[in-house]
């Protein structure tokens, strides 16, 4: 990651860029990275694709400057989790640079983003503490999961003797609900599907069912945590249709089973608790469970 340093030297404008599913790990590293070049006094700008995002994030820093439209005076973009071009939303005609999970090494990005800032001696201040801490606590899923050890509660102690407001990021990131998301965990919740012994929980979700409820893309996440907590279930699978049709994947699973192995086959990121991948125009959702289902089944 140091050879970014140098890009960013040189760059005259920089957009820092989440995926089109933004989450507290996304927004909160870009926020995180947003402050550092203001620091540096670079020209910065801070897009998101998506028009509609989760208002339970809007207490991150700079979520007020978040922009869907690209500026067309960029010469360099840093994206966090977008390894996939299909997963900022749209081609780019300038340099790109992706932080990603340093192959599903880290719990999150933030993580990541931390141990660029400790390494290059980056002082952290409570914008980017607050930031970083939001999207620990999204990656670990409320630092519960099978991946939190010492070194993430060192972090987390870290951040918050730098300022983070870490009692703001819990209500908002582990408390906050709306109606549509009720209703969709619900739905999700009513149609799951217990497969190989109980052991694969499925949840197909699909457009009619996101435009029923009125939920977005994150309120998915809810019902398959929940899941995961069934005495028998190792693997909780979300497979959603999109508006443009194309099909979206999220895996959470437990320690018996990696996330990120199953993923990684599908070109998909993230780390061995959780991980992401996206599907063409050309599947149903009954068809890409099925493909699906085989690679879990050859893992278990």
């Not at 550092?36 to 700008?45: E, F, G, N, R």
């Not at 997963?87 to 932080?99: A, F, H, P, T, W």
């Not at 930031?131 to 070194?151: C, F, H, P």
Request: net charge negative; proline share 1%; aromatic share 8%.
């Amino acid at each position: 990651m140091n050879n970014i340093l140098k890009r960013i030297d040189t760059a005259k404008h920089i957009v820092v860029s989440v995926h089109v599913n933004p989450d507290a790990d996304s927004i909160g590293s870009a926020s995180a990275f947003y402050t550092y070049l203001l620091t540096l006094h670079k020209k910065v700008s801070f897009f998101c694709y998506t028009k509609n995002i989760n208002q339970k994030l809007s207490f991150i820093p700079w979520f007020d400057k978040i922009r869907d439209s690209f500026p067309s005076s960029c010469d360099l973009a840093i994206s966090f989790d977008c390894a996939d071009v299909r997963k900022i939303g749209m081609e780019l005609d300038c340099d790109l640079i992706n932080i990603d999970y340093q192959n599903g090494n880290s719990i999150s990005i933030t993580q990541v983003l931390f141990n660029f800032f400790v390494d290059n001696k980056v002082s952290i201040n409570k914008k980017m503490a607050t930031a970083l801490y939001a999207g620990l606590l999204d990656g670990s899923n409320g630092l519960v999961s099978d991946e939190v050890d010492g070194t993430t509660f060192a972090m987390v102690s870290e951040l918050i003797k730098r300022g983070a407001e870490y009692k703001l990021c819990n209500n908002f990131i582990m408390k906050y609900q709306t109606l549509a998301s009720l209703k969709l965990k619900a739905v999700m919740l009513s149609n799951m599907t217990l497969l190989n012994d109980a052991k694969i929980a499925l949840f197909l979700v699909s457009n009619y069912d996101m435009r029923k409820t009125g939920a977005i893309d994150e309120d998915c996440e809810s019902a398959l945590k929940e899941a995961l907590f069934l005495p028998t279930v190792e693997v909780s699978i979300l497979i959603k249709e999109n508006l443009d049709l194309t099909l979206e994947g999220l895996i959470y699973s437990s320690e018996n089973l990696n996330s990120l192995l199953i993923a990684s086959k599908l070109n998909g990121s993230g780390n061995s608790s959780r991980a992401v991948f996206m599907l063409s125009k050309e599947e149903t959702l009954e068809n890409a469970s099925k493909r699906i289902l085989k690679l879990v089944k050859e893992e278990i």
